[in-house]
């Protein structure tokens, strides 16, 4: 059965309407280049065309479709950063996270949809450019306001939908039926060809490249303070721009203007010269639609001739364009399907008219709000259609008005506001205009407090609840409990989207940029932003305190609150941006110290440090040290994560000493964040103490998350001292301890570390279930890094226990998380445990390059690798296959790269033998010895029945001092008796070296 295709692309929520032959013509191209560029204002559907093109891929791309939103981004640097989430690519320490994503991409097959690059343009461009020169099999569709101007690029034009024939002349009776006007001897129908036709001069003329940026398109000025802007819309830095500040046309230059790509007014587009000249400027070639009806070539650059085949017969007009003005082409032809009046109803008459793109999605969405329209309405909808000039958003939106008013209601409106809009530049091409004019329209028929919220719920990075809504938009002169009903309106009237629940809303980005003008015009920007950050600061609170500090509260309801947490992880990016942005450091520093979904525990490995570093950064004199010293606690919680442990142990114990001791929980969570760092430092001693602290202040305050901690780390403390006694009976507590808060990742972290200690013993059963049990918690919680880790444990216990399919399989999943993450140190990790597997299915001509290219990966990432592990393993292997054979393998291990080495024992069962396998006697569980060298030198005398005092003598040590080594001994191995040493130290002596 064949897998289904892998994408994320969304269920479409309408029907799609129209553009036919472009979908086929995008689709085809994907064939003979690698980017394309979908270009065209804000608003004519580049998004939808994007993501119906990419569903209709997905079947050619096994290694999927994914598509990356970059509309809520405001910085440049983001991008890198969503496409990794997006892959589910993870950041390593000391490695551009864009090599990370590079590696994972370079063999895939796969399609990027990259949508909304205008506002992060340059940025997308490098990327772009980057990515496909790395990645051989990769394409990218991208849709902007502009090209990317990249090699290798194919820029479409994305028109407007077609409109009915302009030659069509509607009568006023609406009963009479469309009066075509012209030569009698022919019919006029619509071009049948939306393309050039290949090798024509019209299709020479849209090979063009970008022309100079077109003037800005600032906003009416209705207040003081309204907006102009650049060349691209631009806002201040660090901002996206907003949608519509910038020209309407996406074509590089003014849509309906004839001036050639790169040149200035009055020149003439030459053909093919012109082509290959702006193909050297751009790096890549262009493709454009013509409008079938206007006649005009969107973005061609001079007077072209089209010819157009329809039927048997031939039609040919001219598309010319002079300086600044677009030159209608006579459009000739047949008009089909025109049928007599009869009992149709009226609808005969008006033939194809109704098949018209532009036409046919007005009805539509006029029908999804509960109107149906008849043939006497279809005269006034041509004419809306031409006055909002085929493009789809304001079509929409028009559509969406006629359960209040009438077609010709409508458009006599739209036409109004076209005059109107004369005093925000009137030599500027209507076509720059219209956008404009459609949403200002809708506006302006939104009651005063409709406007109101409608403009403040653009703060909003992504989407939005309703209670999130009241809670910032809320101001006067809009109670609270207003919101509900007005949100509802903008609901209706399409300004708003929400899912079919209406329990999610989220404006469109057009819609979000118009009123985020607005907004500023209003004067309102710095205090919502304000609001904003303040919800976000109370809202978090609530939600850790849910998560993590509250007692009784059930697993479900942290879950909850973690979810909830994630979801807005837009919003608090845009809170801590105004934050910096505003210099407001106290706020942004509380939100940080709040938000799980920063954090390495929700799956965020370290982006908390680059915030608060960012604040720190600024003036904190207003701050007060103790939050300062909280938000160290952060600080070093996200570098931990990220390996810089000198880094984060002073970042530790700065806040220890800053925080005041009745601030508990992070003082808590600090001591235990040393503990795992001194613990990885190789300092044992000095964990102790932190780990008995933040054990002792959590048992004061009833705090079972930090109880849990505190006890794990003890446990782990003693792990390392080789007390496997007392690291069992911390690690059974920390795990009572995490039952009793609930959450999943304390849980989990607490059955791993008993795994770990039933591994030093030698029980492999209980290491399995143990590390079982903490990967649904895992999966639960969502932290992949994690999961890996657990999966990569039970695979090498599942393999040391003989259960080789199992092991398999637990290793090939982990594997590929740790791929998927981009995090070399788990893939090194499953290879270790691939060795593991590969030894005990008697195979050591798998096990040796496995663990030889495990070693060569942490050494490239600077990690120790395990040193005693592989020389017992070498050591086996020389004594088997000789020492030839044993460096040749392990030379080859570390060439041959991970994927090669991993994929030799995973598919080891499959693969055929080239020689019989060399006859091994069965391996015992690979694990550091437990026992120093003078406490297995006792442990063997014991066998022999010695006293202390014999033992004494024979090694020239106090009775004493052998006291306290068979006591250490006994701690070690979990015995009470002598004699179970003796027994134990017998077994070791008789069986193989371990």
């Excluded at 999130?468 to 809320?474: P, S, Y």
């Excluded at 992070?666 to 760092?677: A, K, N, Q, Y």
Aim: proline share 6%; aromatic share 4%; with cysteine.
């Amino acid at each position: 059965m064949p897998e289904p295709p892998r994408h994320n692309l969304p269920a479409e929520p309408n029907r799609f309407v129209g553009r036919e032959r472009d979908l086929d013509d995008l689709r085809g191209l994907f064939g003979r280049t690698r980017v394309v560029t979908l270009c065209g204002v804000g608003g004519i559907g580049k998004t939808r065309l994007a993501l119906r093109v990419a569903a209709g891929l997905t079947g050619a791309y096994p290694d999927g479709v994914w598509l990356v939103e970059l509309a809520r981004l405001g910085r440049g640097e983001l991008v890198v950063p969503e496409i990794a989430r997006v892959l589910g690519v993870r950041a390593e320490t000391g490695r551009p996270l864009l090599d990370t994503v590079t590696a994972r991409l370079r063999d895939l097959r796969c399609l990027l949809l990259l949508d909304n690059c205008e506002h992060l343009v340059d940025a997308c461009a490098e990327v772009t450019a980057g990515l496909v020169a790395a990645c051989p099999r990769l394409s990218v569709l991208a849709t902007s306001r502009e090209p990317l101007r990249i090699a290798s690029e194919l820029i479409w034009r994305v028109p407007p939908l077609d409109l009915p024939d302009p030659d069509l002349v509607l009568d006023a009776d609406p009963e009479a039926g469309p009066d075509l006007a012209l030569d009698p001897d022919l019919e006029a129908g619509p071009d049948p060809h939306p393309h050039p036709v290949p090798g024509s001069a019209a299709a020479l003329a849209c090979q063009h490249g970008p022309a100079a940026p077109p003037p800005a398109w600032p906003l009416p000025e209705r207040e003081p303070g309204s907006a102009g802007a650049g060349d691209r819309g631009q806002a201040p830095p660090g901002k996206a721009p907003p949608e519509e500040a910038g020209a309407a046309a996406g074509d590089g230059g003014s849509l309906g203007r004839g001036g050639p790509a790169g040149g200035g007014p009055g020149a003439a587009a030459r053909g093919g010269e012109a082509a290959s000249g702006a193909e050297q400027d751009v790096g890549g070639g262009t493709r454009s639609r013509a409008s079938n009806l206007g006649g005009e070539v969107l973005g061609a650059g001079g007077g072209a001739a089209r010819e157009v085949k329809d039927g048997g017969s031939t039609a040919r007009g001219g598309v010319g364009a002079d300086a600044g003005e677009g030159a209608a082409a006579e459009v000739i032809g047949r008009r089909d399907g025109v049928e007599e009046e009869g009992g149709d109803g009226g609808w005969g008459r008006w033939g194809g008219v109704v098949e018209v793109e532009s036409v046919q999605l007005f009805l539509d969405r006029a029908a999804a709000v509960g109107t149906r329209l008849g043939p006497e309405s279809i005269a006034d909808v041509v004419r809306l259609c031409r006055a909002l000039d085929g493009l789809p958003l304001a079509l929409e939106l028009a559509a969406a008005r006629t359960s209040l008013l009438s077609p010709g209601q409508i458009a006599d409106r739209i036409d109004d506001r076209f005059s109107l809009l004369t005093t925000g530049g009137r030599t500027a091409p209507a076509r720059q205009r219209t956008l404009l004019a459609a949403v200002e329209w809708s506006y302006d028929l939104l009651s005063y407090k409709e406007q109101v919220v409608l403009r403040r719920l653009a703060v909003f990075a992504g989407g939005f609840d309703l209670g999130l809504a009241e809670r910032v938009c809320a101001v006067r002169p809009v109670a609270e409990a207003e919101i509900v009903d007005l949100l509802g309106g903008l609901v209706d009237k399409s300004l708003v989207l929400c899912d079919e629940n209406r329990t999610r809303y989220r404006l469109l980005e057009t819609i979000k940029r118009y009123a985020l003008e607005r907004l500023r015009q209003a004067g309102e920007h710095e205090l919502l932003r304000e609001r904003h950050l303040g919800v976000m600061c109370e809202l978090q609170e609530r939600l850790f305190a849910t998560e993590m500090m509250d007692p009784g509260v059930p697993w479900p309801e942290r879950l909850r609150a973690l979810t909830a947490s994630r979801s807005l992880l837009d919003d608090q990016r845009a809170a801590l941006d105004w934050a910096v942005e505003s210099g407001d450091v106290a706020p942004g520093l509380r939100l940080c110290t709040v938000s799980t979904a920063l954090l390495p525990l929700g799956g965020n490995p370290a982006e908390i440090v680059g915030w608060i570093e960012r604040l720190l950064s600024l003036d904190v004199s207003a701050v007060s040290p103790e939050q300062v010293a909280h938000a160290k606690a952060y600080l070093a919680y996200g570098l931990e994560a990220r390996d810089e442990l000198s880094r984060s142990l002073e970042a530790a114990e700065e806040s220890l000493a800053g925080l005041a001791p009745d601030n508990v929980f992070p003082r808590c969570v600090m001591h235990s964040l040393v503990v795992v760092v001194l613990l990885r430092m190789g300092r044992a001693d000095e964990a102790v103490r932190h780990a008995e602290e933040g054990l002792a202040a959590a048992t004061r305050t009833g705090d079972p998350w930090n109880q849990a901690a505190g006890l794990a780390g003890l446990s782990a403390v003693a792990l390392t001292r080789g007390r496997l006694r007392e690291a069992q009976r911390h690690g059974e507590e920390a795990l009572a301890r995490a039952r009793e808060h609930g959450h999943r990742w304390i849980m989990a972290r607490c059955a791993a570390q008993l795994g770990a200690v039933a591994e030093a013993r030698g029980d492999l059963v209980t290491a399995k279930a143990r590390y079982e049990m903490a990967v649904p918690w895992l999966r639960e919680v969502g932290t992949d890094a994690d999961l890996a880790r657990c999966l990569a444990h039970g695979g090498r216990v599942a393999a040391m226990l003989g259960e080789f399919a199992v092991a398999r399989a637990r290793l090939a999943a982990s594997l590929a998380l740790s791929r998927e993450t981009g995090q070399r140190q788990g893939v090194a990790r499953c290879l270790m445990g691939l060795s593991v597997l590969a030894e005990c299915e008697g195979d050591l001509e798998g096990a040796l390059p496995a663990a030889a290219a495990a070693a060569a990966l942490r050494e490239s990432i600077g990690q120790q690798h395990a040193t005693l592990r592989i020389e017992e393993l070498l050591g086996r292997a020389r004594a088997r296959l000789g020492e030839g054979r044993t460096a040749a393998l392990w030379s080859r291990g570390r060439v041959m790269g991970p994927d090669d080495a991993a994929r030799r024992v995973l598919e080891g069962e499959r693969r055929p033998r080239r020689e019989p396998p060399v006859p091994v006697e069965p391996v015992e569980p690979v694990r550091r010895p437990l026992l120093t060298a003078r406490e297995q030198e006792i442990a063997g005398l014991l066998t022999r029945g010695l006293s202390n005092r014999a033992i004494a003598g024979e090694l020239v040590i106090s009775p004493a001092t052998v006291a306290r080594h068979i006591a250490n001994i006994m701690e070690k191995l979990g015995y009470t008796s002598r004699a179970q040493i003796a027994v134990w130290a017998a077994e070791q002596a008789s069986g193989p070296s371990a």
